[in-house]
């Protein structure tokens, strides 16, 4: 005689299946540094930052930005003290009127999602289309009316009247 009984076997019993993980799944958030590149402004000059290696992305379009300052902004700044002195200097000499307009033209922007700052460009800003069908079955694109962003980070997209816009003072 056995000491213990052997346990029965149910045959109605449902094996769990393994849960299979998408890398589309929105359970983790997704965060990505883009190796060290960051674009942004700076008083109106567009500086993209790889690396900590500086230097200036866009062509500057500041009325009376001075020539020798254009020259010295051409190279490569490994810190970002030094080319923010060598901006600051330069825009002691340039047109009031012309420089706020280019300061309004360049913004950053602050992504709520992950919290991390960068230019907002009116290339990235895409339209929220509703797809319907009609009595044809033939699909129709209407526009909302609403348009959102991306960010270069974390991949989240953002309604452009939910975005806050943050100062070009700073140097990051």
């Known amino acids: ?3 213990f009984s052997a346990p029965k076997i149910s ?11 998408s890398r589309y799944d929105d359970g983790e958030s997704y965060f990505n540094t883009r190796g060290g590149y960051c674009i942004f402004s700076y008083k109106g000059l567009v500086i993209e930052k790889i690396q900590n290696m500086y230097s200036i992305a866009r062509q500057i379009k500041i009325k009376g930005f001075p020539e020798e300052s254009i020259q010295r902004l051409s190279g490569i700044y490994n810190s970002g003290e030094i080319i923010k002195g060598v901006i600051d200097l330069a825009l002691e000499h340039v047109d009031k009127e012309r420089h706020a307009e280019v ?4 913004k950053n922007w602050k992504c709520p999602h992950c919290n991390s700052q960068g230019l907002y460009n009116s290339q990235d ?6 797809y319907t069908t009609n009595e044809w079955k033939e699909e129709v694109r209407t526009d909302t009316g ?4 991306p960010c270069l980070y974390c991949g989240h997209d953002t ?9 070009d003072e700073v140097m990051r």
């Open 11 to 21: 045959s109605n019993k449902k094996v769990p299946k393994k849960r299979r993980l």
């Open 103 to 106: 300061r309004t033209k360049y």
């Open 1 to 3: 005689m056995a000491l």
């Open 125 to 130: 800003v895409y339209i929220v289309y509703r």
């Open 159 to 167: 309604l452009t009247h939910e975005v806050d816009f943050v100062g």
């Open 146 to 149: 609403w348009r959102k962003i």
